[in-house]
């Protein structure tokens, strides 16, 4: 599974947001808890959960083998549901494609503690943009699971 780091591009970077695994229609990523992202009772602020939900979901769309051209996307919509409070430890982030369109795709991702609990998860639905599209052949890692 080829991965691309995030770890330099904006926002991602400035969390320590950065992607660890990625194949079609599925990745992996996490995080470090520090105190930049706690809030004011201690614990991971929920802009910091919406983000990692966003970064999987949308990045579980774009997935480009070596050699390919990068693929891009925009966040059209974006549910989230906070499950749990978390105060450190790593953060796991999983999204997974749901189903996809020409133009478009809806994807979930899942937040989880260092002892594997959900402390999150969300749904998103995310436009391509003009190129970026999958070959429909290769949409999907597993078709029975969409």
Same mark, same amino acid.
């Given at each position: +599974?080829?991965?691309?780091?995030?770890?330099?591009?904006?926002?991602? $970077?400035?969390? @320590?947001?950065?992607?660890?695994?990625?194949?079609?229609? /599925?990745?992996?990523?996490?995080?470090? #808890?520090?105190?930049?992202?706690?809030?004011?009772?201690?614990?991971?602020?929920?802009?910091?959960?919406? %983000? +990692? #939900?966003?970064?999987?979901?949308?990045?579980?769309?774009? /997935?480009?083998?070596?050699?390919?051209?990068?693929? !891009?996307?925009?966040?059209?919509?974006?549910?989230?549901? !906070? %499950?749990?409070?978390?105060?450190? @430890?790593?953060? =796991?982030?999983?999204?997974?494609? #749901? =189903?996809?369109?020409?133009? =478009?795709? %809806?994807?979930?991702? /899942?937040? !989880?503690? =260092?002892?594997?609990?959900?402390?999150?998860? $969300?749904?998103?639905?995310?436009?391509?943009?003009? @190129?970026?599209?999958?070959?429909?052949?290769?949409?999907?890692?597993?078709?029975?699971?969409?």
């Amino acid at each position: +599974m080829r991965a691309t780091s995030y770890a330099d591009i904006g926002i991602f $970077g400035v969390l @320590g947001l950065d992607l660890q695994e990625s194949a079609v229609g /599925h990745v992996k990523g996490g995080l470090q #808890i520090g105190p930049e992202h706690l809030n004011r009772m201690g614990y991971v602020h929920g802009g910091v959960l919406c %983000t +990692m #939900i966003d970064f999987a979901a949308c990045a579980s769309g774009l /997935h480009a083998e070596e050699g390919q051209a990068p693929r !891009f996307a925009i966040t059209i919509s974006l549910t989230t549901q !906070f %499950t749990r409070p978390v105060r450190a @430890g790593w953060l =796991s982030v999983e999204g997974r494609t #749901i =189903s996809a369109g020409k133009s =478009s795709f %809806t994807a979930e991702a /899942h937040v !989880f503690d =260092s002892d594997g609990e959900r402390i999150a998860h $969300g749904i998103g639905t995310f436009r391509w943009r003009p @190129g970026s599209q999958p070959n429909p052949s290769t949409q999907h890692a597993d078709k029975a699971d969409v």
